[in-house]
């Protein structure tokens, strides 16, 4: 198992490959973050971090991450903002992280943020109109998400 701190570095060390045309902010990087998670638990049956996602306002959250990146505001981030680390990644898990980069990376952050709010969504189930904010998602309501 990888920490969501490769994960989050892995998209953006790809993003900042994208020069000019890199839109990943964290508010987009949470949504990445959230489906990678879902998708792995779909393909392989277990989890690809450990890290808790929360269920927040905006959507889905790892707060480890959130609070990693805040200092970049609602800007774009790349490697050249914070310091990636993509040590130790084997290269199943690299292959499994470049699916998840081309399938999710042309959407926006808030068409993102619509797909994780549509109804019976892990995140719509624990939100619950602001009942659940900031609660752990949990990993069973993870695992049967729909993705794009």
Known sequence: MVSAKQVASFFIEKSTQLNENNDLTNLKLQKMLYFAQVEHLKKFGAPLFDDPIEAWQYGPVVRSIYEWLKGCGAYQISKFDIETSTNDLDEDVVVF?????????????FGLVDKTHEKNSAWSKTYKNGEGNYSTIPISELSETATL
């Open 97 to 109: 992280l470049e699916s998840i980069w081309n399938k999710y990376r042309r959407y926006s952050a």
